[in-house]
């Protein structure tokens, strides 16, 4: 089977860094990637990751270890737009390309 | 638009009913996804097409959906029979060929409701 692995909610003040989990057991793993909703919106893509390391963009930076099954989307000086549910994303296989999506996380920023 | 669209926005409908989801890709957009999303979960896939085939319809939950994207470009989901676990926000998403991130573009949805 297939499962994705996330905290279900995390609160946090602006300005302040968050780091949002996820553990996945998928049969094949090509890549990870993290998108943002907000609600009522559509998915966002905010990163990808295919190796391990760490990989940034602005305020954002997501690092992934396939060797623990774990990756994480690290959100640096939150600011009150940031509220929003964070998915994290595996690429099981390497045709197709569809993507098993976590449960996601809402994050909640606070003044 | 430069993005995905989908239409309609909302619909609503009555168990047993047949009913069409429209996606818009982004133009050029070779892949297409549809996914459906459940209040507080993940999106869930359902199908992929690579131009106008179905490269990977593993996600469809049984025979009574179905969708097609006859000319490459524009794509349908049908449901038929529609049951009332059926009811959810339904996502169309594009990703061009030439993607280096796997990059998918989400478009607003369908919100279906089955009563």
């Known amino acids: 089977g297939q499962s994705l692995e996330q905290p279900s909610e995390v609160t946090a003040v602006e300005g302040a860094i968050v780091q949002i989990n996820c553990t996945y057991q998928?049969?094949?793993?090509?890549?990870l990637s993290w998108y943002q909703q907000h609600d009522g919106g559509a998915p966002t893509f905010l990163s990808y990751?295919?190796?391990?390391g760490l990989e940034e963009t602005g305020r954002f930076s997501s690092f992934l270890s396939r060797s623990d099954s774990y990756g994480y989307l690290l959100l640096q000086e939150l600011q009150m737009k940031d509220s929003a549910s964070y998915f994290c994303?595996?690429?099981?296989?390497?045709?197709?390309?569809?993507?098993?999506f976590g449960p996601g996380t809402r994050l909640s920023v606070l003044p | 638009g430069a993005g995905v669209s989908q239409t309609p926005s909302n619909k609503v409908t009555e168990k047993g009913k047949y009913v069409e989801l429209r996606c818009d890709p982004i133009?050029?957009?070779?892949?297409l996804y549809w996914y459906r999303q459940s209040l507080g979960q993940g999106p869930e896939f359902l199908i992929y097409?690579?131009?106008?085939?179905?490269?990977?319809d593993s996600g469809l939950p049984n025979d009574r959906f179905f969708a097609v994207r006859p000319e490459g470009s524009v794509s349908t989901l049908k449901i038929q029979r529609t049951e009332r676990g059926d009811s959810a926000v339904y996502l169309c998403?594009?990703?061009?060929?030439?993607?280096?991130?796997?990059?998918?573009?989400f478009g607003p949805g369908t919100r279906l409701t089955v009563l």
């Open positions: 990751n295919a190796l391990d």
């Open positions: 097409f690579q131009g106008t085939g179905a490269a990977d």
């Open positions: 994303a595996v690429r099981e296989r390497d045709y197709g390309q569809n993507f098993v």
């Open positions: 998403a594009s990703r061009s060929s030439g993607s280096v991130n796997n990059e998918q573009f």
């Open positions: 133009s050029g957009h070779t892949a």
């Open positions: 998928t049969s094949g793993f090509y890549g």
